[in-house]
Each structure stands twice: as structure tokens, then as C-alpha cells.
């Protein structure tokens, strides 16, 4: 870490590209906490997705990518996340421990499938069905109502 700037190591194209090809069945996607690495959701939008995207703080994103400042400790409080949530899939990358039971609550109150990669070594902070994908990462799913990731 180099001051309030998390340095990530480097993410291959064959790790994003996987985590798409496997959210790629969803029509609507929402990525929470987008960061400056935007690669999953451009692919979804390019592949002719519906995506949001949330972060805490106003963000560039792709074209074909929608955008709302949101926080998601915020969102898992209230009893309504909000529109940017109602997706069939809310999704999130790199998410550190203490923010997976409140996306995990996110998708609940959408009725959402609800996805999630770690920081690397960090196990997932609720019950999730991991699926190692190709490039080596692996995303851990915590709700799938019809089977769209853990059953394609």
C-alpha cells in the first residue's frame, strides 16, 4: 500500500475475460465497486449486456456501461439498495472480506445472483460455492437462482 492508494498486482486478460464468458448468461449485470479496472463490465456491455456500475466515488466508465455513486455498506442498510442493484446478477472484484456479506445482502434484497473474486489469499466471508475459472482466479458464487453460473 503507497499512502491511501492500494496497489493491486497486474490482472491478466485471460482472468478477466473468464469471469465474463462465465457472467456473460446474465442480461443485467450490476458491478459493485468498479474501480479503475472496468475490463469485466466493457466486455459485458460489449457483448451486448445491460451493466451498472457502483463505487463509492464518481468513476470513468466504459461506454455502454451506466454509473452510480453508491456506497454499498450504505445500500446493505437499507431496506430498498436502489435501481442501480436490480440486476439479475450484482457482482464484484477484488472485494475485500468485510464488504462480502454486505453485497451478499444486496443481492438477497434484489433477488439477485451475487458473485464475487478476493484479494487473492482472503476466503470468502460467507457460504459461497467457489468455481475456479480458466487463468486462474477464482469466483466465489453466494446466490444462483436458476443454476446461471455454478450449472453453465
Known amino acids: 500500500m503507497t499512502g491511501a492508494t492500494i496497489s493491486y498486482p497486474p490482472v491478466s ?3 478477466r475475460a473468464a469471469i465474463a464468458r462465465k457472467l456473460g448468461g446474465f442480461a443485467r ?4 465497486g468498479i474501480g ?3 475490463e ?5 456491455a460489449t457483448a451486448g449486456r445491460d451493466v451498472t456500475a457502483t463505487d463509492v466515488v464518481a468513476r470513468d466508465v466504459p461506454a455502454g456501461v451506466g454509473f452510480v455513486r453508491d456506497d454499498l455498506v450504505a445500500a446493505a442498510a437499507r431496506e430498498d439498495p436502489g435501481d442501480a442493484y436490480r440486476a439479475d446478477c450484482v457482482y464484484a472484484l477484488n472485494v475485500p472480506p468485510e464488504l462480502h456479506r454486505p453485497l451478499a445482502t444486496v443481492a438477497r434484497r434484489v433477488d439477485a445472483a ?7 489469499s482472503d476466503p470468502p466471508a460467507v457460504d459461497a460455492t467457489p468455481l475456479a475459472l480458466d487463468g486462474g482466479d477464482t469466483l466465489y458464487v453466494v446466490r444462483d437462482p436458476g443454476g446461471a453460473v455454478v450449472d453453465r
Open 13 to 15: 486478460d485471460a482472468r
Open 29 to 32: 449485470l450490476c458491478e459493485v
Open 114 to 120: 451475487c458473485c464475487f473474486t478476493t484479494l487473492g
Open 40 to 44: 469485466v463490465a466493457a466486455a459485458l
Open 36 to 38: 479503475r479496472r472496468s
